[in-house]
């Protein structure tokens, strides 16, 4: 079963927005920095399975595969791997790990579909749509197969509120909008016992 992430003022969940006061994204060197990403709140029944409310971080102009992440305190996550985020690279030589961008606020909801369209959608909770082969990951810590939270698309038309970056010529529709590796999703898993998260991307 499949839901669509749609706009929804009063939605549960946000995609972007500013940093909760709260929440301490973890100390790292990656290029491109760390990026907030919004929330999956549990209280909605859909994710009552979740033992808390995710923060969603990632460095997404990284050309890193997987990041696996720690919310033992889901509002100070720790970095399991790569253990060594000083040597990340980038495609987008305009990055650094100063680089700092946020994206408006949007309030979401789902709704289940048949259908989904992903070149039309925000994204889709329920089961992966994947744009290569299977790539669950497994849990570095208990070995389990992880479970699927959500994946976030390229084609939302997310707009950023602030960025720091300066593009080169032809590279500012990579710094305006949010996306992934250009054109393509990022899938986000978690492990609900040992609170591990892992983040991965795929593109065309």
Same mark, same amino acid.
């Given at each position: ?5 749609? !706009? ?12 909760? @006061? ?8 990656? @290029? ?20 808390? !409310? ?7 102009? =990284? ?25 990340? =690279?980038? %495609? ?20 289940? @579909? ?18 290569? %082969? ?10 389990? !197969? ?25 590279? %500012? ?30 593109? =065309?």
């Amino acid at each position: 079963m499949q839901y669509e992430i749609i !706009r929804d003022e009063n939605g549960k969940h946000q995609i972007g927005g500013d940093i909760p @006061k709260d929440f301490k994204i973890p100390d790292n060197e990656f @290029k491109g920095g760390i990026h907030y990403l919004g929330f999956i709140d549990n209280s909605d029944p859909l994710f009552s399975w979740l033992p808390f !409310r995710v923060n969603l971080i990632h460095p997404i102009y =990284t050309d890193e595969y997987y990041v696996f992440l720690d919310y033992t305190n889901p509002n100070s996550p720790t970095i399991l791997d790569p253990t060594d985020t000083a040597s990340s =690279t980038s %495609a987008f030589d305009e990055v650094d790990k100063n680089s700092k961008i946020i994206w408006e606020g949007l309030k979401v909801s789902l709704e289940q @579909k048949e259908e989904i369209d992903e070149y039309e959608s925000i994204g889709i909770c329920g089961q992966p749509e994947w744009l290569q %082969a299977d790539e669950t990951p497994t849990c570095p810590k208990s070995g389990k !197969r992880m479970k699927f939270l959500c994946q976030l698309g390229s084609f939302s038309d997310i707009k950023s509120t602030f960025s720091n970056v300066e593009p080169t010529k032809g590279m %500012a529709q990579y710094f305006e909008k949010l996306n992934f590796w250009c054109d393509g999703n990022l899938y986000i898993f978690i492990e609900p016992t040992t609170r591990t998260m892992c983040y991965t991307m795929q593109n =065309t």
